[in-house]
């Protein structure tokens, strides 16, 4: 039985018997859905029209790399933006696999005939140019492309996609991330930098000198994972109220090293707004970095550093204190 995520069509894991559609489907970890993802998908979507199928999407959770990457993966988004980028695409149906070793041991064919043909009722497939998959990523698009001709679907390559020289990948606007380069990372992905998440409850330190924040936790309990973007940045915040009205803040990604935090969080103080958040489904967009998160000696110069991060925040967001 599957775990259903919200919103509706998007599952945890495979369909059973009675849930399957034939589809035509796109497969990758779609970090970012980048525009190379975009285009894609939107293959993907015309294919569907084209030959009477639902268009799907399969991903995987936690990210491969998260399993057997000696370092841990600097993520671009949240499973939440992830799931919400690849349904503006026009996908109908997203199913989340659990990534595992047991899973990553499928041999190409096992993978091609009990996943794709059985489990998906997929039809018609389309991948990236240099796809790879099965037991030892033994499995190329020409493999894929055999298998599907023997299990009764269709494979599609889709080409990549360049930005000047070099292609767009989810490593590339990682990397521009990394670098705190916004502009880079908003050509690549198609629109500016945000990430979206339910406001928690917090420590309340925050308020407790003078600066209350919206806390998102951005990654399951657990993940051995990283954010790519990290420091103080002014933002734009949208979502604390019912009203769709852009709100000017500060927010700082990262572990809060001063009061000896580990997890990643997004602490975000909005500008001449008060109200209670709790719960809502807020989304901040990047703006422009001030600094990298630092670990201060105490609470009174972390209060001072916040302090002139407002005042440096206002200013390049042309708002007067």
Not at 11 to 23: H, S
Request: aromatic residues 8%; contains cysteine.
């Amino acid at each position: 039985m599957m775990n259903f995520l919200s919103p509706r069509h998007v599952f945890r894991g495979l369909p059973g018997a009675g849930q399957r559609l034939d589809c035509a489907l796109a497969i990758g970890n779609f970090d970012g859905v980048h525009l190379g993802h975009q285009a894609l998908l939107r293959e993907v979507v015309q294919a569907a029209g084209r030959l009477g199928l639902v268009p799907a999407v399969l991903t995987f959770e936690p990210h491969p790399r998260e399993v057997f990457g000696l370092e841990p993966l600097k993520r671009i988004a949240t499973l939440r933006d992830k799931i919400d980028r690849i349904r503006a695409c026009g996908i109908e149906r997203i199913h989340v696999m659990p990534f595992s070793r047991e899973f990553a041991a499928l041999s190409p064919a096992e993978f091609a005939k009990h996943i794709l043909a059985e489990r998906l009722a997929c039809r018609w497939l389309t991948v990236g140019e240099n796809f790879r998959f099965g037991a030892n990523r033994a499995g190329t698009v020409d493999t894929l492309t055999e298998l599907g001709r023997h299990y009764g679907f269709e494979v599609f390559a889709s080409p990549l996609l360049f930005s000047g020289k070099a292609r767009i990948s989810s490593s590339r606007v990682r990397a521009a991330l990394e670098l705190g380069d916004l502009v880079e990372a908003a050509r690549m992905l198609g629109n500016p930098y945000y990430v979206t998440g339910r406001v928690t409850h917090g420590q309340a330190l925050g308020r407790t000198i003078g600066y209350p924040t919206l806390n998102q936790r951005l990654l399951p309990p657990g993940s051995k994972a990283k954010f790519a973007l990290h420091g103080v940045y002014a933002v734009r915040v949208t979502g604390v109220t019912p009203v769709e009205v852009n709100f000017a803040g500060m927010a700082s990604l990262g572990t809060k090293p001063t009061v000896g935090g580990n997890a990643w969080c997004l602490e975000t103080s909005i500008f001449d707004w008060k109200g209670d958040a709790y719960g809502k489904i807020v989304r901040v967009e990047f703006l422009s970095k001030i600094r990298d998160e630092k670990r201060f000696s105490g609470i009174d110069e972390l209060r001072e550093a916040i302090a002139a991060d407002e005042r440096e925040a206002r200013r390049r967001l042309g708002i007067l204190i």
